[in-house]
C-alpha cells in the first residue's frame, strides 16, 4: 500500500477528474470531425454486423467515460458504491474493446476471402482469452481496496496490484495474432498484384493495427510503473483511443471501397474487403 498524504490523494483525484473531462472533451470533438461521414456510410445504408459493431464501438467510451467522471464526483454512497461503479467501469470497457476488435475480427476474416478456417481460429482464440480474462479481472477487483474520499474527491484506492496489467496482455497476444494474419494477406496481395508494399500497407492500413498494439504495450508498461489512480487514466485512455482508431478505419475502408469498386466492374478487388458490410463474393468462401 502507498504511503500517500490526504493532500497528495485530492491532488491526485482533482488530475483524474481534469483528465477523464479533456478526454471526453476530446472524444466528442473526434465525433464532430466524422459525424458527416458516419452518418452517409453508417447510417444511411442497411444495417449489419458491421454497422451494429461500429455504433457501439463509437458511443460506448462515452458511457465509460461518464462513469468515471461520477466515481470522480461522488459524494456518498448511499445509492451507489464505488465498487459496484467499478465493475459497471469494468463491463463498459469490457464491451468497447469487444465492439473494437469485433471490427478487427471481421476485417482480418473479409481480408482472407471469409476463411471459415481463419474465422475459427479467431474466435477460438477470442474465447480462450475471454474466459481467462473474466477469470484475472475478478481476482483482481476483488483485491482491490476501493473507498470514498472523506473531502469530497470521489472514489480513490491507495492498493496497486501489477497482476492487473495481465487482462491486458492477453489483448496484446490478440493483436498479435490479428496483425500477423493481416501481414501474411498483405503480403501475398503484394506477391499477387506486383505492386509497391508500402502502398499496400497503406491501403489495407496496416498500421492503425500498429498504433492499437503500441497503445497497449503503453498502458501495461503504465501499470507495472505508475500508481493505481494513474494507471486507471491510462487504461481508459487507451480504451478510448482504441475505439476512435477502429471507427475511424472503419470510415476510411467505407469511403475508399465507394471510390474503388466502380473502376473494378467485373474483378475481385482489394477494395471489396474493406466494404462496409465488411463481405467478399460468395465464391471466395471457403
Known amino acids: 500500500m502507498d504511503l500517500q498524504t490526504p493532500i497528495d490523494i485530492s491532488t491526485s483525484l482533482r ?22 461521414q458516419e452518418v452517409s456510410l453508417i447510417h444511411w445504408p442497411p444495417w449489419k454486423k458491421g454497422s451494429v459493431l461500429y455504433v457501439m464501438a463509437r458511443y460506448l467510451p462515452a458511457f465509460l467515460l461518464c462513469v468515471h467522471i461520477y466515481m470522480n464526483y461522488l459524494q456518498n454512497e448511499n445509492f451507489v458504491t464505488c465498487k459496484s461503479l467499478l465493475s459497471i467501469s469494468y463491463c463498459a470497457a469490457a464491451f468497447c474493446i469487444a465492439c473494437a476488435e469485433g471490427i478487427f475480427v471481421l476485417r482480418t476474416y473479409a481480408l482472407w476471402g471469409n476463411k471459415k478456417s481463419i474465422l475459427g481460429l479467431m474466435l477460438s482464440t477470442v474465447l480462450c482469452l475471454a474466459i481467462l480474462d473474466v477469470v484475472m479481472t475478478t481476482a483482481i477487483s476483488s483485491q482491490l481496496e476501493l473507498e470514498l474520499s472523506g473531502w469530497g474527491d470521489g472514489c480513490y484506492s491507495l492498493s496497486h496490484d501489477k497482476m492487473a496489467a495481465a487482462p491486458w496482455s492477453l489483448l496484446v497476444a490478440f493483436e498479435l495474432e490479428i496483425l500477423v494474419l493481416t501481414i501474411i494477406r498483405v503480403y501475398w496481395a503484394y506477391r499477387e498484384r506486383g505492386c509497391a508494399l508500402i502502398d499496400i500497407l497503406l491501403q489495407h492500413n496496416i498500421f492503425y493495427f500498429g498504433i492499437g498494439l503500441s497503445l497497449s504495450v503503453v498502458n501495461i508498461l503504465a501499470i507495472e510503473f505508475l500508481p493505481y489512480n494513474f494507471s486507471n487514466m491510462f487504461g481508459t485512455f487507451q480504451i478510448v483511443m482504441h475505439s476512435i482508431i477502429v471507427t475511424r478505419m472503419h470510415i476510411q475502408f467505407c469511403s475508399t471501397s465507394q471510390v474503388c469498386d ?6 475481385i478487388s482489394y477494395s471489396q474487403l474493406t466494404h462496409i458490410e465488411l463481405e467478399t463474393r460468395s465464391h471466395l468462401d471457403a
Open 262 to 267: 466502380s473502376s473494378e466492374s467485373g474483378t
Open 15 to 36: 488530475f483524474q477528474n481534469y483528465f477523464f473531462v479533456s478526454l471526453a472533451v476530446f472524444w466528442v470533438y473526434d465525433c464532430f470531425l466524422t459525424l458527416d
